[in-house]
């Protein structure tokens, strides 16, 4: 049987049959994987302690017909006792965002990148406000690697500058240009869009500012990635 080593950031876990699990992966050189655990749910598993989501980890698969079959795991990081509540959970809104943003057995291009950086990033922030600006950061970042990089410069219609809101569906306009279902943006809102977008000088979020954004990036999320659930698939191949 073919296999693969690849470093890979668990997504999600689900319970299959008595003993087993399914585990969704990001992985570095074959993209979104989903393999089938053995025995995972056991008390004795030698996997199940590494396959946690938000775990980077050396993946050895096996290919199988319908689905590949996790034969041996590394422990490359994990959660550190030292990390606070709020890396936690940014951790799991990232992991969540590559979850929804790809599908099974494809790769979005430097995505594997931005995923390790920004999970280093969540480690070494120092304040809950860092761990705001790197998840709105990697928001924006998921975007343009799947090919939604937004225009924050300049009104889509007529090239203005004077920007008054933003359409999830892809860039900024001007009051003239505007629709009924756009949303309105402060300047703040667009200045921390676009540093945030362009700089890769480290910034943080308060959380007002923070809510603001993720209000506007959350209906530009489901716009361009709206799918049906990916297990629903799955139970199928078994
Ligand atoms: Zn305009």
Redesign the pocket.
Known sequence: MPTYDTEAVVLSRRNAREHDRFYSLYSKELGRIDVYGQGTRRLRSKLSPFLIPGNRIRLMGVRGKKVDRAAGCRLLDTIRDSDRLDQLLARQSVIRLVELSTRRDSSSNGLWEILVEVLNGIHESKTIDDCRALEVRFYLKILSASGYHFELKR?L??D?EKITHFNPSGGV??S??SHSDFYRLSSQQLSDLWNLQENSVTSSLPENRYMKLKELLSPAFEYHFERSAAWADYRLAI
Do not use: D, M, T, V
Request: glycine share 0%; charged share 10%.
């Open positions: 009104c219609h007529c203005s306009f001007c003239e240009h």
